[in-house]
């Protein structure tokens, strides 16, 4: 009993946890396909793939996806060296010296993003003037600057992954290849660098993501390169539209990809390891070992399979479908509420009119004697009560003083 | 000094040895250190256009200091009360904002270090993916459901809870949330790293010698998790006070956060020593902030990024 409940609450916290945390991406995406140019969810209009192409369409978001991609190459290179140099040196420096090398590589991890872009900026463009070079030269540009403001602290990420490689590196393997007669350089390239491989490679994504999504940095160096991040935070603080929930989309999409594609490739290595082991020594001998077909057993795959065949029937979809229709619905539907809104308005008003008429002799009857002599024969209270609209309109009429008298009139004759 | 280099240079070999102090040093030297003695140094300099610096008038003042206590010379306060409030709001929302990140990711991290299973790796996926999306567009996700017609306006009047929908925005609620959210990840995953690696027959005995749950957590779990949590709160809490992208975009319109100062003293009003003044003061205070509760908890510097 008492077991029971705690799994449940257990359970129920995870759910509210995921929920906090995957259900902003959820909703974000479904806005991508609500027709309203507000991104909203609730009330679901229509149907659309309009953002999708008006996001195409958008050539600051196309540029900023070049310039993302040009910064995150030179990111990935910079930062990737660095901190495979840095890994090494850690293994092999002074002692004494270990620790406050430790905490200069690791403290821009720390730094805020903010003061690296400023730092940066203020550095480079001091050498800058110190070597005489104009405004526009490599070390005041863009891109230098956000490449290198990012690496600086992207190079420490790589780092701590590389070292955790480098740590179950034996030695003893150069020290092997350089006895057999390798330069030292070829004992880097052939013994350490393919054993370094699966590091390098998992640095190298984690620098280029790092890279396209940072933005405390790079706003403050990017110059005439605005990267996609900068482009979509000025887009985003500046009026907020469904084209920008469309690339969210796309990128969640491809985010999961990768994450299926990537948990079905180990999976599948996993299994093939399993089946090996169990194989008998003549299958294995022969060749003939059965391996398990690529998606039994294995679920990240059979999900992948099912996201792409969703993700073609969707783009098939928006291919043909059009909304054109349901958004002249949705149009239709809105002006007729409107109507409706304006009519009980209207009905509300004449009420008030009619409410209004009966009173207004008694209102405007004092001021009329009192606030003016000269007209005090036409709005003669005694005629007033036999007509009470044609004083009225000509209250409208008169500004100076049919306003003195009664607010209302004024919306009355306008209706 | 000479001999240790020579050692070096014989056991890497001159070429590739060079290359790698090479890039260290520049990666050390050129990228982290001078850049930040030269903001530093700009920090204490007057706001001149470039023709005169270096110039007589290029002289060490304390001039960008005193604006951020005192305000604006001959001003009507005696002292710069809005720059100063931003930047006591930012540290005391900041340390808020771990506090409750730790609160909810500890629970996550204990459960997903101490069970065994399939589904713990479908978790992790679900924790990752998050983070593969740009910062940007999760806060762009919070504002979407926090906006006045969003989400949670539609439902709570939906329900009746609200009469008129709430502004979280102006709020502040929306900020803190997407604070939150930005950085769950680098919270539970230094906390799950240690938590995974203590030996679960440590919380067995605790429970057959009769320990309530709590007490299990209490002295056996957070003791031993304690360099996980620190790592985690330290990230965490540096990167609020230093986040820039999701004040600009779920802050209320009438609260900012200390690096939109900066921000717009570099962009807008360009001038760079005072926001290299002001960057300065939020990296020492961070970091003074950081050591003295790294001191108060009994932890060491060397478990930070494990």
Redesign the interface.
């Known amino acids: 009993m008492n077991l029971s409940f705690l799994r449940l609450s ?1 359970w129920l ?2 759910a509210i ?2 929920a ?6 959820v ?2 995406s479904v ?1 991508a396909f609500n027709s309203p140019s ?6 679901w209009e229509c149907l659309t793939f309009e953002w999708f192409s008006a996001l195409f369409q958008d050539t600051r978001i196309l540029n900023g996806i070049k310039n993302s991609l040009l910064i995150g190459a030179g990111t990935v290179v910079l930062s990737v ?2 901190g495979l ?2 890994a ?2 850690l293994t ?1 420096i ?1 002692p004494k010296l270990r ?1 406050t ?16 872009g ?7 463009d ?1 050498i800058n ?1 110190m070597l005489g070079f104009g405004p526009d030269s490599l070390l005041s540009s863009g891109l230098f600057l956000t490449i ?1 403001g990012q ?2 602290f992207i ?2 990420y790589c780092m ?1 992954v590389l070292v955790a490689r480098l740590q179950r590196y034996d030695i003893a393997l150069t020290e092997a290849a350089l006895d057999l007669g390798a ?3 070829q ?2 390239r052939k013994v350490l660098l393919p054993f370094m491989r699966p590091a390098i490679a998992s640095a190298a994504v984690l620098a280029f ?1 790092a890279s ?2 940072n ?2 940095t790079t ?2 160096t990017f110059g005439e390169y605005p990267t ?2 900068i482009e ?2 000025q887009k ?2 500046y009026g ?1 539209s469904p084209a ?2 469309a ?2 989309f796309i ?2 999409v491809l ?2 990809f ?2 299926l594609a990537n ?1 079905a490739t180990i999976r599948r290595r996993e299994l093939v390891a399993a089946a090996r082991r169990n194989a008998t020594v003549a299958e294995l001998s022969g060749g003939r070992v059965t391996l398990p077909g690529f998606l039994s057993g294995n679920t990240a795959a059979v999900l992948l399979v099912v996201v792409s065949i969703a993700t073609i029937v969707v783009v098939g979809t928006a291919t043909v479908y059009s909304p054109d229709q349901c958004i002249a619905d949705v149009r239709e539907q809105k002006r007729l509420e409107a109507e409706k809104r304006a009519e009980e308005l209207r009905r509300k008003r004449d009420e008030e009119r009619k409410l209004k008429a009966e009173q207004a002799p008694v209102t405007t009857a004092p001021s009329g004697s009192t606030g003016s002599s000269s007209f005090g024969g036409v709005f003669d209270p005694n005629a007033l009560q036999g007509v009470p609209s044609e004083p009225e309109e000509e209250g409208g009429a008169d500004s100076g003083f049919g306003g003195a008298f009664d607010p209302n009139t004024l919306q009355g004759s306008g209706n | 000094m000479p001999r240790i280099l020579k050692d070096f240079l014989s056991r890497n070999g001159t070429g590739p040895g060079l290359v790698m102090l090479g890039l260290v040093l520049f990666w050390t030297v050129g990228l982290i250190i001078l850049p930040q003695l030269s903001m530093l140094d700009f920090s204490f300099r007057p706001n001149l256009p470039p023709p005169e610096m270096g110039g007589p008038k290029d002289v060490y003042t304390l001039e960008n200091y005193k604006y951020l206590i005192y305000g604006p010379e001959g001003g009507s306060q005696a002292y710069n009360t809005v720059d100063l409030m931003v930047f006591f709001r930012t540290l005391v929302a900041a340390a808020c904002v771990t506090v409750f990140n730790l609160i909810i990711c500890y629970p996550i991290a204990y459960y997903l270090g101490q069970t065994k299973g399939n589904h713990i790796r479908v978790f992790a996926l679900m924790l990752i993916i998050p983070y593969w999306i740009n910062e940007i567009l999760r806060a762009f996700a919070l504002r979407i459901i926090f906006g006045e017609t969003g989400v949670l306006n539609t439902i709570f009047t939906g329900i009746g809870l609200f009469d008129t929908p709430f502004d979280f925005i102006r709020n502040d609620y929306a900020l803190y949330a997407g604070l939150g959210y930005a950085y769950i990840l680098l919270m539970i995953f230094p906390i799950y790293n240690v938590i995974e690696s203590l030996d679960h027959n440590q919380i067995e005995a605790a429970r057959d010698l009769g320990a309530p749950w709590w007490r299990i957590h209490w002295r056996v779990v957070i003791p031993y998790a304690k360099p996980g949590i620190s790592s985690g709160c330290t990230m965490v809490f540096m990167l609020s006070a230093g986040a820039l992208a999701a004040p600009q975009i779920l802050g209320g319109p009438s609260s900012l956060w200390f690096t939109q100062l900066i921000y717009q003293q570099f962009n807008d009003s360009s001038d760079w020593p005072q926001g290299a003044a002001y960057a300065v003061v939020l990296l020492v205070t961070c970091v003074l902030l950081v050591l003295a509760v790294m001191r108060l908890f009994k932890v060491n510097m060397g478990d930070i990024g494990k």
């Not at chain 1, 906090?20 to 991406?25: A, C, E, K, T």
């Open positions: 257990i916290y995870l946890f995921f906090y945390l995957l259900g902003p991406l909703i974000m806005t507000f991104p909203s969810a609730t009330p060296t660095m140099a840095g090494l040196m092999q002074w620790a090398y430790y905490t200069v590589i690791i403290a821009p991890i720390l730094i805020p993003g903010v003061v690296l400023i730092s940066t900026l203020v550095f480079w001091r003037r290198v690496s600086t190079a420490s701590l330069t030292h350089a004992a880097f993501l396209f999504e933005y405390n706003t403050f996609l991040t979509l935070a985003v603080r907020i920008i929930s690339l969210a990128i969640v985010t999961v990768a994450a948990e």
